[in-house]
């Protein structure tokens, strides 16, 4: 969908910004008092209420509740990828801005104000490409709004990149205004390029022929128009040549050309002098096009205001005029240039915020420009990034009734209310933290009891919680989100903490057991890795050994951790027997498994299970447990004898017995 900027702009942006919204509420709601109450992310819930409280009963017949939230245009998906995509370039102005402290970094700044640039360029050609393919209306033509707006937005980017970003050597800015009024206003370059491509005299039969000369005189392509008039009829004639000699001695000034700017405005009156000569002696009056364009290059006011319901906006004609007024102009003095361009009659006059914003900007008033860019409903995505661009720049100075500096209270508070409308999104939400995370100390505070309140139904997403809270040293919300999550690992129930995805992550956590270990040691709470431990213990005592222990890789892996309990202590210490056991080392198997069993730190529930784990052990075809272990196992049998009973504890006696007597004949000394 190719679609010049112009046509989108010509849309502009209505100055009546205070649209009232008016909700109709179900009738039943108007039988009882109406109550409200406000909501995360500016949702407002209204609701019927009873005049009456009853005690024992509530008649809740025909209420209804209604839902009111802000329409944020951010959200939308085709929006997003810019979200995501400016965060980037915002977290690399900051750490520029750091660096910059001590030197200059312009051109830094620069190259990221055309990345922002850049980002919203292919979000227009996003929206271009969607509304293309768009079939419902309404849906259409949302997104040619957001087009227009987008459009508006890059317009005003890109000027303020001139005035306040850009290094302008001599501070002459004429070329970059042409290249501004070119980019984003290209009137009739379409049929420029079609009538030279054909190349074919007599061209001026087109019906857009001397507006396109007239147009690209005024957007100072001197040499585009030249060749169209070549591809006039007349163009041997001498009136033409005239102007065509007029045209090519226009001296064009330039910071490298060697001559200082009062030398040039002495060659530059010389030539308006020899050009109003032309006109006064009626040279072009056979020919009143040719004279039109004349009276334009000598700067002609009346000539100007003449052509000025060709355009749709006074921006077009903003270029031309500086160029044939006052070509040496600096960024100053475009003020007067505005007024002049602004103040010209036209047939339908028509005022929107982008002409108040490029007004505002020309005449340097920033205050005011941010005022207005705070009207574009964008969410506030343009004023907040515009406004940290131009604060790092040091080119924004807003100062209230008092006079005071309030310039940096005015940066923080945009990025933090652009920050907290983020961290409202489900999936923006870390977006949002970075720029809160930017502003401290408040945005800290505020990132704080935000990430708090955020609904965590995922395992996924806690572990995505936690990360993020320690990357901004916010410790208190990662313990608390590690807590609840070991919590309802335990519980085995609800925000999908049974094991999954925190399990896979630590590597074998196993059921709702396993989790809970992780997040507890993730944690770093002893209580809840005590609670944990006996979990995950009382688990395993359930499936009388015949499944694997909760997280073992874990356990394996947790270090100085495993100090948090003593119940996790003994487990991870299980568990290492576990591992020696598989990996056939079954005499350090042994002596862990008879430290275990002599320390005396195993759950009552769990010496069953523990003193059972030494009968493969003593019934193997070779002594592996020595006489004095076998004694110590058989102490230790008959004093937890209420935890062994029945033919278990038969079975272990007898082999016990048999080992000991085996171990004791190999135990006695040889003679020789």
């Given at each position: 969908?190719?679609v010049?900027?112009s046509s ?12 009232v919204k008016?909700f ?7 039988e009882k ?5 406000w909501?995360?992310?500016?949702k ?20 209804k ?8 245009l951010?959200?939308t998906?085709i929006l ?6 400016s ?15 001590n030197s200059?970094n312009?051109?830094?700044f ?6 922002y640039?850049?980002?919203i360029?292919?979000?227009i050609e996003?929206?271009?490409e969607?509304?293309?393919k ?5 849906e259409?033509?949302?997104l ?14 890109h000027?303020?990149e001139?005035?306040y970003?850009?290094?302008i050597?001599g ?8 290249e501004w009024?070119r ?6 370059e379409?049929?420029?390029a079609?009538m030279l491509?054909?190349c074919?005299?007599?061209s001026e039969?087109h019906?857009?022929?001397?507006d396109t000369v007239?147009?690209m005189?005024?957007?100072?392509r ?12 007349a163009?041997?004639?001498n009136?033409?040549?005239?102007l065509?000699?007029s045209l ?6 330039s910071v490298?050309?060697?001559i ?15 050009c109003?000569?032309?006109?006064s002696n ?9 004279e039109?364009?004349l ?5 002609d006011y009346?000539a100007?205001e003449?052509?000025r319901?060709?355009?749709n906006?006074?921006f077009?004609?903003l270029?031309?005029?500086?160029m044939?007024?006052a ?8 003020s007067?240039?505005?007024?002049a361009c ?6 339908h ?16 008033d ?5 005022s207005?860019?705070?009207?574009i ?5 343009f004023?907040?990034?515009?406004t940290d ?5 040091g080119?924004l100075k807003i ?5 005071t ?11 933090l ?5 983020l ?6 939400w870390?977006?949002?933290l970075?720029?809160?995370a930017s502003c ?5 505070k505020?990132a704080e009891?935000m990430l ?5 139904k ?7 919680v ?6 901004y ?7 608390s ?10 519980r085995g129930?609800?925000?999908g903490a ?7 992550a ?9 989790a809970?270990?992780a ?13 944990a431990?006996?979990a995950?213990?009382?688990?395993y ?5 015949n499944?694997s ?9 947790a ?9 996790l202590?003994f487990l991870?210490?299980?568990c290492d027997?576990?591992?020696l ?6 005499k350090?198997?042994?002596k862990l498994?008879?430290?275990?069993i002599t ?9 069953e ?5 030494a ?7 070779e ?14 049998l008959?004093?937890k004898?209420?935890e062994?009973t029945?033919?278990r504890a038969?079975?272990l ?10 171990t ?6 040889d003679?020789?």
């Amino acid at each position: 969908m190719n679609v010049s900027g112009s046509s989108y702009l010509n849309r502009s942006i209505s100055l009546e910004s205070k649209n009232v919204k008016t909700f109709a509420l179900p009738d039943k709601c108007f039988e009882k008092r109406i109550a409200c109450t406000w909501r995360s992310g500016n949702k407002l819930t209204i609701y019927p209420r009873s005049q009456t409280v009853s005690k024992t009963t509530t008649d809740t017949s025909g209420d209804k509740i209604v839902n009111i939230r802000q329409e944020v245009l951010l959200f939308t998906s085709i929006l997003r990828k810019l979200v995501n995509e400016s965060n980037g370039t915002y977290l690399s102005l900051q750490k520029a801005a750091e660096t910059a402290k001590n030197s200059d970094n312009q051109v830094e700044f620069l190259k990221l104000s055309r990345q922002y640039r850049s980002v919203i360029r292919v979000c227009i050609e996003s929206l271009q490409e969607a509304a293309e393919k768009e079939l419902n209306g309404i849906e259409k033509n949302a997104l040619l709004s957001y087009i227009t707006i987008f459009y508006s937005i890059e317009c005003i980017w890109h000027l303020c990149e001139i005035l306040y970003v850009d290094i302008i050597p001599g501070d002459v800015v004429l070329p970059y205004l042409l290249e501004w009024v070119r980019f984003h206003f290209p009137c009739h370059e379409q049929v420029a390029a079609q009538m030279l491509e054909a190349c074919e005299r007599g061209s001026e039969e087109h019906p857009d022929y001397w507006d396109t000369v007239v147009g690209m005189v005024v957007q100072g392509r001197v040499d585009v128009a030249r060749a169209l008039l070549k591809l006039h009829s007349a163009t041997d004639s001498n009136e033409f040549k005239l102007l065509d000699n007029s045209l090519r001695t226009m001296p064009l000034y330039s910071v490298y050309g060697g001559i200082s700017t009062g030398e040039f405005t002495i060659s530059w009156k010389h030539w308006q002098a020899e050009c109003r000569s032309k006109l006064s002696n009626r040279t072009f009056a056979s020919q009143p096009k040719l004279e039109l364009i004349l009276r334009l290059i000598i700067g002609d006011y009346s000539a100007f205001e003449s052509i000025r319901d060709k355009y749709n906006s006074w921006f077009d004609i903003l270029g031309g005029w500086v160029m044939y007024t006052a070509p040496w102009a600096r960024r100053h003095e475009l003020s007067a240039a505005a007024a002049a361009c602004a103040g010209m009659r036209a047939l339908h006059p028509s005022r929107t915020h982008l002409d108040v914003m490029v007004r505002a900007l020309l005449d340097g008033d920033l205050h005011q420009v941010i005022s207005e860019i705070q009207q574009i409903s964008d969410n506030g995505w343009f004023a907040t990034h515009l406004t940290d661009m131009l604060f790092h720049c040091g080119k924004l100075k807003i100062l209230d009734k008092h006079q005071t500096d309030v310039t940096p209270r005015l940066r923080d508070s945009l990025i933090l209310e652009y920050g907290c409308l983020l961290m409202e999104h489900k999936s923006l939400w870390s977006v949002g933290l970075s720029y809160l995370a930017s502003c401290p100390p408040e945005g800290l505070k505020r990132a704080e009891l935000m990430l708090e309140r955020l609904p965590i139904k995922t395992e996924a997403k806690a572990m995505r919680v936690v990360a993020e809270a320690k990357k901004y040293g916010l410790l208190g919300v990662a313990q608390s989100v590690s807590c609840v999550e070991s919590a309802r690992a335990r519980r085995g129930a609800g925000g999908g903490a049974v094991g999954g995805a925190v399990g896979g992550a630590v590597g074998g956590a196993r059921g709702g057991a396993g989790a809970a270990l992780a997040w507890a040691l993730r944690a770093r709470s002893p209580a809840l890795a005590q609670r944990a431990a006996h979990a995950a213990l009382r688990a395993y005592t359930q499936t009388d050994g015949n499944a694997s222990l909760p997280a073992p890789d874990l356990l394996l892996t947790a270090g100085a951790s495993m100090l948090l309990s003593d119940s996790l202590l003994f487990l991870g210490k299980y568990c290492d027997f576990h591992r020696l056991y598989k990996s056939r080392e079954f005499k350090k198997a042994a002596k862990l498994l008879v430290s275990l069993i002599t320390s005396n730190i195993a759950p009552d529930y769990f010496w069953e299970t523990l003193l059972l784990d030494a009968l493969p052990l003593l019934e193997s075809d070779e002594p592996i447990l020595s006489s004095s272990d076998t004694f110590e196992l058989m102490q230790c049998l008959e004093l937890k004898s209420k935890e062994l009973t029945g033919e278990r504890a038969d079975l272990l006696r007898l082999a016990l017995s048999r080992n000991l007597a085996r171990t004791l004949l190999e135990d006695v000394p040889d003679p020789n």
